[in-house]
């Protein structure tokens, strides 16, 4: 009798250990910086712990994408379990519709260049999203010579749910059985792309979310497929993918993004600036 071997091929980012490090420190998000939350895991990963004579967290980074927060704690948008966190360190704009709260995509480009001064490249893809040209995304990052990070800004309706059975996962890796829990929660939101599992019939890419109630401690496993559809957000304000890489970097990760059939370009998810609201 022979036993039944099956190969999963286990591929993690350029300095994905010390992001999930850092982000075991940082959880849970403050209410409305779930972008500002994963690009400063991106950028202490990379190896900028400070500038200006400030630790680089989340609300440094808020201050520098001029992050908007809701007036008033809007819980219905928090994941299960979750109060809300607003001990913010500095005070941001505040706007009375929670809807329009949040960090913009040109906004976190804008904050990495400032309080990396130049040294990391944020290079936003606005899609078409689909299994192929995300796996060609992840591809030409894990071949990056520094540490790299993906931020997604995605619809959390199309993702699975947090904690899918063992059985549910070896049933996409192995089968391509798309069936497991169902979405935690609908919102638009920001989480990090840290790693890769890819089995003979699927992948499934591992996410540093901002919330400890979400999987395990804020890490779950996503299917390519589902993924990929919660990045196009068809049914709400557009989405995309930022990479934050080191400027070295970035000529050969626009090169294979392009190869991929990725646009390089900025979307609109639906969070307003600080100009707008003045």
């Known amino acids: 009798m022979h036993a039944d071997r099956t190969a999963l091929e286990l591929t993690l980012l350029p300095g994905a250990r010390a992001l999930l490090e850092i982000h075991s420190q940082e959880l849970p998000q403050r209410d409305d910086l779930c972008g500002a939350f994963c690009a400063a895991l991106a950028l202490r990963a990379a190896g900028v712990a400070g500038a200006g004579g400030e630790p680089i967290d989340q609300d440094a980074v808020a201050l520098a994408a001029g992050s908007i927060v809701s007036a008033v704690p809007d819980h219905s948008s928090l994941p299960l379990g979750e109060r809300g966190r607003r001990d913010y360190r500095i005070s941001p704009p505040l706007i009375d519709d929670p809807a329009l709260a949040g960090t913009t995509a040109a906004g976190l480009l804008a904050a990495v260049a400032r309080l990396s001064e130049g040294a990391l490249a944020s290079i936003p893809y606005s899609g078409p999203w689909s299994p192929a040209t995300l796996g060609g995304l992840f591809e030409v990052a894990s071949r990056c010579g520094a540490p790299v990070s993906l931020l997604a800004n ?41 790693g890769r599992m890819a089995g003979p019939r699927g992948s499934l890419y591992a996410l540093a979310d901002t919330y400890p109630a979400l999987g395990n401690r804020g890490l779950h496993l996503q299917p390519a497929e589902r993924l990929a559809a919660a990045l196009e957000r068809p049914d709400m304000p557009a989405g995309g993918m930022i990479v934050i890489a080191s400027a070295a970097d970035a000529p050969a990760l626009r090169a294979g993004a392009a190869a991929a059939g990725l646009q390089e370009a900025l979307w609109d998810n639906g969070t307003v600036t600080v100009e707008t609201t003045a």
């Open 154 to 194: 995605l619809a959390t309706r199309h993702l699975w749910g947090g904690r899918p059975t063992p059985l549910q996962l070896l049933g996409y890796l192995l089968d391509g059985n798309q069936a497991g829990p169902e979405p935690d929660w609908d919102v638009g939101h920001f989480v990090c792309v840290t």
